[in-house]
């Protein structure tokens, strides 16, 4: 037993195979109330449109439904069990209150074609969580309506295509940082633009000379993050604007780490004008396993005519209302009005702190990286000796020489009782180490995260194998991706698929 | 403030280990004149119970069970389960992120699993995606993906698909340079078959339809699948009603099936979050978008389960990517999944049965003070009534009985007239359903002189 562990040990914990293999015909979880209207022939109503049988649809009881997901939950680590330093994906603290206002009957239960009349307590939800969010932001309009950021940044780009086809030219291509998260390439190709990739300077920032000799009219956005994924704040950030301004074109900025900036600065002040917000990160509505998430758009006014309908409007009569007569539109990027269980956690989060909190929360989660940053450099790798903000990039540099990559140390930290870091991104780093702790760390935790680290480090020098060969004491070892891909099982059949039950 | 676990003695600690004296030294790589110089105007920090006041002010602003809703049109009100929340509300769920790591992500893992699993075998496809972020979503995704898989740049939509489905493919169209063709249904409520067949060319990627489609009517899923096929075209099915998959038989011929979960367990939560789902033949894999999972083996032998083909993905191929999805609706997708469970294999088939008696003892109801269109194909759980006033000053009648009406359809199909779309669940209590065709029966007594 490495005494070096501190975090965690381990316990036994239970075997679930999967529903399937728990199935027996005539085992039931559900009981329906009686018709209190009469039952009808289904062959006669729907002739050959009729389904008999519901193939291999699993047939439990719902005891054996809660063990089967209550054991399944205990093989999971989330925020709640310790910190999960994932870069930019900002795993704060996911209150509760948020989730128990989430669930009240008028917010949960509410239609969304109800008429306006009786929707007024949902549509100033919507209301006020806009105006929060300019403030935040320093924007002059916004819409709620995408559902995750990559969702957010197409509507972004979307709205500076419309503002600058109403100019005459639309333009052809997007400026994008090496540095970005993959989502943004992906975004101006279903955009319908071409992408052209901007170099990092040696201090991991947008190259200025670069820009300037690739910033053109046929430029339609530059698609910046700031801090951009190194966890740098993009210091000429208002020059990089000033070129992109001169030659007719746009600044959206990805706005994933928004948690180093709230309260202290604002993109709408320094030149951004169009971004996307992240409300499952900086505004602490839980990621779920993998969403739902929500990504708010705000703009500046420029953009306002084009925004996606329907906007939230005050009418004449003082009520809140939806307005669908907006002829410049870009038209609707998803049905209904967007993930509104996600605004109201969202507001609810902004409401707890209120302007004090929301500033002390940045301070924190800067503090965090920092405190990090100081203890780990020496031990890893830095590659960019620029100063972090709310996250630190470190290399795996120093560890490569017996072998090691960064997967690696991630997998051993398992075993110290963590979640890893984000494995190698952002790309311009290589073999990186990416972490963000947020302000939701105590020092204690932090510490235990600096001592696990530092040791997983000794044994990158001494005991290579221990940390090639992790995680030893999760349930389960690495697992064969090459296979999983080359021989893809996606579904569960019937007939035996070649492996113990029960997940043994 | 309450989420943050640091005592001021602590900061000092750090700021001295750092080697700063203030916090505001780490904040100076923000050029100055970029710093805000005030406080945030937001009111400060709010005590729990005053959010929680705040909140119930709201809800008790806006309508919700203490109304009769027959509201449907995309987003239906169905019973939830109580063990739904129980599940996905335990933290290792609920505060997980994306399962990369997959030897602490089992739990999550293994349930996408079992979600992929069911829409498979509830649809009749092959293979399933971990969610899309909705019904609308979905469907113009797949209708991306059947340009990727035949290269050809156009697609047929009938004008029974959801309209807002339909606008949300028109804006991802236009930037694609796709050209959508809208094709005509007929007085059954079904697409028009012979202008499908007009309509599709060598250039056409896919025809679209849904089933049953947003007048409730089921589609002949077959007809059309043999009409697109015979051109070389894919067929996409979008369903947004899952709750038919019980008892209506699932769009088999279909290439790829472009699902909204929500009936499974998912509040209405006036609009969101929902799950969308794409479901195809395993031969286009490779060219759907959105997470998929996978079983594998560890070192040992032992099964486990990960996320797989992700060269499709936007992490790996950035601008060539099936799609820029990253963050999904996993934990909507944990709702749905649980959903089908508890009510599983007898289940799922009692339940649709109860929404289609519930709805044909309406529509029957209905039918005898206004006209119900579309009677001459089946329907599943929504019908179209058309009546003499607009249904808008009708609904407000029923308002005052605590009855949410049908939605009114001028807005998207003015050659309807007075029309609206009624859904009944079962959960719709046959007293209202009596309550509401009285209504419909009456005139007013303005219209009555």
């Known amino acids: 037993m490495n005494s070096k562990i501190k975090k965690a040990r381990t316990h036994v914990t239970q075997n679930e195979g999967l529903i399937f293999e728990k199935s027996s015909p005539g085992k039931k979880g559900y009981k329906l109330p009686e018709l209190d209207v009469p039952d009808v022939n289904v062959s006669k109503l729907l002739g050959n449109a009729e389904r008999k049988d519901l193939g291999n649809m699993p047939e439990v009881s719902e005891i054996e439904i809660i063990r089967?997901?209550?054991?399944?939950?205990?093989?999971?680590?989330?925020?709640?069990?310790?910190?999960?330093?994932?870069?930019?994906?900002?795993?704060?603290?996911?209150?509760?209150?948020?989730?128990?206002?989430?669930?009240?009957?008028?917010?949960?239960?509410?239609?969304?074609?109800?008429?306006?009349?009786?929707?007024?307590?949902?549509?100033?939800?919507?209301?006020?969580?806009?105006?929060?969010?300019?403030?935040?932001?320093?924007?002059?309009?916004?819409?709620?309506?995408?559902?995750?950021?990559?969702?957010?940044?197409?509507?972004?780009?979307?709205?500076?295509?419309?503002?600058?086809?109403?100019?005459?030219?639309?333009?052809?291509?997007?400026?994008?940082?090496?540095?970005?998260?993959?989502?943004?390439?992906?975004?101006?190709?279903?955009?319908?633009?071409?992408?052209?990739?901007?170099?990092?300077?040696?201090?991991?920032?947008?190259?200025?000379?670069?820009?300037?000799?690739?910033?053109?009219?046929?430029?339609?956005?530059?698609?910046?993050?700031?801090?951009?994924?190194?966890?740098?704040?993009?210091?000429?950030?208002?020059?990089?604007?000033?070129?992109?301004?001169?030659?007719?074109?746009?600044?959206?900025?990805?706005?994933?780490?928004?948690?180093?900036?709230?309260?202290?600065?604002?993109?709408?002040?320094?030149?951004?004008?169009?971004?996307?917000?992240?409300?499952?990160?900086?505004?602490?509505?839980?990621?779920?396993?993998?969403?739902?998430?929500?990504?708010?758009?705000?703009?500046?006014?420029?953009?306002?005519p084009f925004l996606p309908i329907p906007v939230v409007v005050t009418k004449s009569d003082g009520s809140l209302g939806f307005d669908y007569d907006r002829p410049q539109s870009i038209g609707r990027v998803r049905a209904f009005y967007g993930n509104f269980g996600m605004h109201v956690r969202a507001l609810a989060y902004i409401m707890a702190n209120g302007r004090d909190g929301l500033l002390q929360t940045t301070e924190d989660a800067v503090l965090n990286a920092n405190y990090l940053r100081k203890k780990l450099e020496g031990v890893f790798d830095l590659p960019y000796s620029t100063p972090s903000m709310h996250e630190v990039v470190f290399s795996d540099h120093k560890q490569t020489a017996k072998g090691i990559k960064t997967g690696d140390i991630a997998k051993r930290l398992i075993d110290y009782g963590f979640h890893p870091y984000t494995v190698s991104f952002p790309l311009i780093v290589h073999g990186a180490l990416m972490i963000e702790p947020t302000e939701s760390e105590s020092l204690e935790e932090l510490d235990l995260f600096v001592d696990a680290m530092k040791a997983i480090a000794d044994e990158c020098e001494h005991t290579p194998e221990t940390v090639l060969n992790a995680p030893h004491t999760a349930r389960i070892s690495r697992l064969d991706e090459v296979r999983a891909a080359r021989q893809p099982i996606l579904r569960w059949k019937p007939q035996a698929q070649g492996v113990g039950k029960n997940g043994d | 403030m309450r989420y943050l676990p640091k005592s001021p003695a602590d900061r000092e600690q750090m700021l001295r280990a750092i080697g700063v004296r203030s916090v505001d030294e780490l904040f100076a790589p923000i050029p100055a004149e970029y710093r805000l110089k005030r406080e945030l105007d937001l009111a400060p920090s709010m005590a729990e119970a005053d959010i929680m006041d705040w909140y119930r002010q709201r809800a008790s602003e806006t309508a919700a069970s203490g109304y009769a809703n027959f509201l449907g049109a995309g987003a239906y009100h169905h019973y939830r389960p109580v063990v739904?929340?129980?599940?996905?509300?335990?933290?290792?769920?609920?505060?997980?992120?994306?399962?990369?790591?997959?030897?602490?992500?089992?739990?999550?893992?293994?349930?996408?699993?079992?979600?992929?699993?069911?829409?498979?075998?509830?649809?009749?496809?092959?293979?399933?995606?971990?969610?899309?972020?909705?019904?609308?979503?979905?469907?113009?995704?797949?209708?991306?993906?059947?340009?990727?898989?035949?290269?050809?740049?156009?697609?047929?939509?009938?004008?029974?698909?959801?309209?807002?489905?339909?606008?949300?493919?028109?804006?991802?169209?236009?930037?694609?340079?796709?050209?959508?063709?809208?094709?005509?249904?007929?007085?059954?409520?079904?697409?028009?078959?012979?202008?499908?067949?007009?309509?599709?060319?060598?250039?056409?990627?896919?025809?679209?339809i849904q089933s049953p489609n947003f007048f409730g009517t089921i589609e002949d899923v077959a007809a059309?699948?043999?009409?697109?096929?015979?051109?070389?075209?894919?067929?996409?099915?979008?369903?947004?009603?899952?709750?038919?998959?019980?008892?209506?038989?699932?769009?088999?011929?279909?290439?790829?099936?472009?699902?909204?979960?929500?009936?499974?367990?998912?509040?209405?939560?006036?609009?969101?979050?929902?799950?969308?789902?794409?479901?195809?033949?395993?031969?286009?894999?490779?060219?759907?978008?959105?997470?998929?999972?996978?079983?594998?083996?560890?070192?040992?032998?032992?099964?486990?389960?990960?996320?797989?083909?992700?060269?499709?993905?936007?992490?790996?191929?950035?601008?060539?990517?099936?799609?820029?999805?990253?963050?999904?609706?996993?934990?909507?997708?944990?709702?749905?999944t649980v959903f089908m469970t508890v009510y599983g294999r007898e289940g799922l088939k009692e339940l649709a049965q109860q929404n289609l008696a519930k709805a044909a003892y309406a529509a029957e109801e209905f039918g005898r003070g206004a006209k119900v269109l579309f009677s001459g194909a089946p329907r599943f759980n929504e019908f179209v009534v058309q009546t003499s006033e607009d249904p808008k000053l009708l609904n407000d009648r029923l308002l005052g009985q605590r009855i949410i009406g049908g939605f009114p359809l001028k807005k998207f199909y003015p050659e309807l007239g007075n029309a609206s779309l009624w859904c009944c669940t079962e959960l719709t209590r046959r007293t209202a359903i009596e309550a509401a065709a009285k209504a419909v029966a009456e005139l007013p007594a303005e219209v009555a002189r």
């Not at chain 1, 932001?137 to 819409?143: K, L, V």
């Open chain 1, 68 to 304: 089967h997901f209550t054991r399944m939950s205990t093989w999971n680590y989330g925020v709640d069990t310790g910190l999960y330093p994932l870069g930019s994906c900002t795993m704060k603290y996911n209150p509760r209150v948020n989730e128990i206002a989430a669930r009240l009957d008028g917010i949960a239960n509410a239609h969304p074609y109800q008429p306006e009349k009786v929707s007024q307590g949902a549509l100033l939800i919507l209301q006020v969580l806009r105006k929060a969010l300019m403030e935040i932001c320093g924007m002059e309009a916004i819409t709620l309506q995408p559902a995750a950021g990559a969702h957010g940044e197409l509507t972004g780009i979307l709205l500076a295509r419309a503002y600058l086809e109403s100019k005459g030219n639309a333009r052809k291509k997007i400026l994008i940082p090496d540095s970005a998260h993959g989502t943004n390439p992906a975004t101006a190709a279903i955009a319908g633009y071409s992408v052209e990739n901007l170099k990092s300077n040696a201090r991991g920032m947008v190259d200025i000379p670069s820009l300037e000799a690739q910033m053109n009219e046929d430029v339609a956005a530059l698609m910046v993050t700031n801090p951009n994924t190194l966890g740098v704040f993009e210091q000429e950030i208002h020059k990089v604007a000033e070129i992109v301004h001169r030659k007719g074109g746009l600044v959206y900025m990805d706005g994933a780490n928004m948690n180093a900036l709230v309260g202290k600065a604002r993109p709408g002040d320094f030149g951004v004008d169009v971004m996307h917000l992240n409300l499952h990160k900086t505004f602490s509505t839980p990621h779920g396993g993998g969403g739902p998430g929500s990504g708010p758009v705000a703009c500046k006014k420029i953009l306002e």
């Open chain 2, 84 to 208: 739904i929340d129980t599940l996905i509300s335990r933290g290792e769920f609920f505060t997980a992120y994306t399962p990369y790591q997959p030897e602490i992500s089992q739990g999550t893992l293994q349930a996408i699993f079992e979600f992929q699993t069911m829409i498979c075998e509830l649809t009749g496809m092959e293979v399933a995606n971990a969610s899309m972020y909705d019904g609308s979503t979905a469907a113009t995704e797949a209708v991306m993906m059947a340009s990727r898989v035949t290269g050809r740049h156009s697609a047929v939509v009938a004008r029974s698909v959801h309209p807002e489905y339909r606008e949300v493919l028109a804006t991802y169209a236009k930037n694609q340079g796709m050209r959508i063709a809208e094709v005509a249904f007929l007085d059954s409520g079904r697409v028009n078959a012979a202008a499908v067949e007009k309509a599709v060319t060598e250039d056409t990627a896919c025809v679209m």
């Open chain 2, 224 to 336: 059309i699948a043999e009409i697109a096929h015979r051109k070389g075209a894919l067929l996409v099915v979008a369903i947004a009603e899952a709750v038919s998959l019980g008892i209506v038989k699932p769009p088999q011929e279909a290439d790829i099936a472009a699902m909204e979960a929500q009936s499974f367990g998912v509040p209405l939560s006036f609009g969101g979050p929902y799950a969308g789902v794409i479901a195809t033949k395993e031969k286009f894999v490779r060219q759907m978008p959105g997470r998929l999972v996978g079983q594998t083996v560890d070192k040992q032998g032992r099964r486990g389960f990960v996320l797989t083909l992700s060269t499709r993905e936007q992490h790996i191929r950035r601008e060539k990517a099936t799609s820029n999805i990253c963050t999904n609706q996993a934990l909507i997708a944990l709702m749905a």
